[in-house]
């Protein structure tokens, strides 16, 4: 017989292929992060620049030239508008190289993403496949409740993670009501700094790559987009937040 879905049945979501970080890597994906956005945004500011000198020249030169106060600064808002029009073209290729760059190092995090999503995820990895994993699930395949309980204490004295993850492999196999040892808690002591380190550093990749779009975005325009701008200064809030979190518990 062969087994198909029902239109009610939804297959299971897998990340995109990617390579899973650990957190060296993730903390050099941030500097690399930073330093796109640094170049990115100096960039635009050296844009912004030449065209504010622009527009006052022009206002300046109009005034010179006998015009009243608002036909100079309306000769000033035409120039800016055809130098922003101008410097745009020039410096599409290299603002989105370095925009392209940005969105390959948030986008190439997506494993990691989904593999540091919780300290009972990251757990789950740990050891998967050794021999020290399986002779683990082996010997605690038949435990009862204290042998079990005892192997978790022993898992987070001695910070044993791929003891640990072995005990919480078992616990998820039981029913809420039976586990002895919350499998939570057991992955928080083992692992749980680690992926909130893990978690504030793809959070201040993502957030690097939008601040540049936004940045981009705006200069593009020549408008402020105070929605663009509370949404990007939120999620500064929170991973800053959650980075402090993450030092205060290690």
């Known amino acids: 017989m062969t087994a198909t879905l029902s239109p009610d049945d939804t297959p299971p979501t897998l990340p995109a292929a990617g390579t899973l970080y650990g957190l060296p890597e993730l903390a050099e994906a941030v500097a690399a992060a930073i330093r796109l956005e640094e170049r990115h945004r100096a960039m635009i500011d050296r844009l912004e620049a030449a065209i504010l000198k622009q527009a006052q020249d022009a206002a300046d030169s109009a005034r010179r030239a006998g015009f009243g106060k608002l036909d100079a600064q309306n000769a000033g808002t035409k120039m800016a508008a055809k130098a922003r029009n101008d410097l745009r073209a020039a410096s599409d290729d290299d603002r989105w190289a370095i925009l392209r760059q940005l969105d390959a190092l948030a986008s190439g995090l997506s494993a990691s993403d989904v593999l540091w999503a919780s300290p009972v995820v990251a757990l789950a990895r740990a050891g998967m496949g050794s021999d020290k994993r399986t002779n683990h699930m ?3 395949s038949g435990a009862g409740p204290a042998e079990l309980r005892t ?3 022993l898992a987070a004295a001695t910070l044993d993670r791929v003891l640990g ?3 919480a492999a078992l616990l ?3 029913p809420a009501k039976q586990r002895i040892v919350s499998p939570q808690e057991l992955a928080d002591r083992l692992i749980g700094d680690d992926v909130r380190q893990a978690r504030a550093a793809i959070a ?3 957030q690097a790559h939008q601040r540049a779009l936004n940045a981009d975005r705006e ?3 020549g408008r402020r987009n105070a929605t663009a701008r509370i949404a990007s200064a939120l999620a500064d ?3 800053a937040q959650n980075a ?5 518990a290690g």
Do not use: I, P, T, Y
């Open 172 to 174: 998820d196999r039981m």
């Open 138 to 140: 082996a010997q605690l």
């Open 204 to 206: 201040a990749v993502k």
């Open 237 to 239: 809030r929170d991973a």
């Open 165 to 167: 993850a072995s005990v």
């Open 151 to 153: 192997a978790a204490a």
């Open 219 to 221: 200069f593009a325009s």
């Open 244 to 248: 402090g979190a993450a030092v205060e």
